[in-house]
């Protein structure tokens, strides 16, 4: 089975051709071997590049556990890098069917090859159980969630799949290391849930570290930057459109007050490719 392997600022997956190749018959055990970075190929998760009767293509992501998400922002930038330089879908808009539904993305090429995408990824949902999250109030924003002896104060944003926006003074390896996976499968969250952990550096700038719900610390979250937008918003911290500084690299974020969506725009680069023959 042939792979390409592709980052969006670090947040690295391994993607699988499925218009040229046959569908992986398990996909979840498949995304766990090759996500390993000692046995396997290493990365975040395996995201599966399969037709669509109603899109460009359609986008299946596996997180590092085997567990199946809605959607990943980093992953369908690369996924329309994909498709755009395969030729698959040459033209410079594309349509991306997810567990979010569809998706419509505008990319930047330069010399026949993609290098940028914006990413039109929707209304946020803010009703807590859409999210979901099992907290009385709706919107869910500066909550008190106690984990141990310690409060924090989260806020609540679904963009396909559920986040918990969290504003610190530091984002320490305590945080995000610690109490990342404890708030990860905490009961508020029937789902589990990825954790933001977020420094304001000003209205317009923002840095982020990230929990991803099925695979620990990840380099960047698109979908996470995305709630982080809004989060932002909600809470007053931030304005509507922002600079995200994730480990990874940066993204650029608005929450649009025309059309209610969330744009993301960020980098897609391929790494390699090769034969998978375990």
């Known amino acids: 089975m042939r792979f390409t392997k592709m980052e969006g600022l670090g947040n690295d997956y391994i993607y699988v051709d499925c218009f040229s190749q046959p569908l992986p018959p398990d996909p979840a055990t498949l995304a766990i071997r090759m996500s390993d970075r000692h046995f396997g190929i290493g990365g975040d998760g395996l995201i599966l590049i399969c037709p669509s009767e109603r899109a460009d293509a359609r986008m299946r992501m596996f997180n590092a556990d085997g567990s199946e998400s809605e959607m990943c922002g980093n992953g369908i930038r690369c996924v329309a890098k994909y498709v755009h330089d395969q030729g698959i879908a040459p033209q410079d808009s594309l349509t991306i069917e997810t567990g979010r539904g569809l998706l419509t993305l505008a990319l930047e090429i330069e010399q026949g090859r993609v290098q940028r995408v914006c990413v039109d990824m929707g209304e ?3 009703e807590a159980a859409q999210i ?66 977020i420094e304001v550096i000003s209205p317009t700038e923002v840095r982020q570290r990230t929990w991803e719900r099925g695979s620990g610390e990840t ?53 390699f490719s090769g034969q998978w023959h375990r």
């Open 124 to 126: 946020p949902i803010l």
């Open 132 to 197: 979901p999250t099992t907290f009385p109030m709706s919107p869910v924003v500066n909550a008190p969630l106690t984990i141990g002896e310690r409060e924090f104060a989260v806020t609540c944003v679904s963009v396909g799949n559920p986040h918990c926006v969290i504003f610190v003074d530091n984002a320490t390896d305590e945080l995000v290391l610690g109490y990342g996976p404890k708030i990860e499968t905490d009961a508020h969250f029937p789902r589990r849930v990825n954790v933001e952990f």
């Open 219 to 271: 380099l960047a979250c698109g979908t996470g930057a995305s709630a982080v937008c809004v989060a932002g918003v909600l809470t007053g911290k931030t304005q509507r459109k922002i600079i995200n500084h994730l480990r990874g690299g940066d993204l650029e974020l608005e929450w649009r007050e025309s059309d209610n969506h969330i744009y993301m725009t960020g980098p897609a680069v391929e790494v």
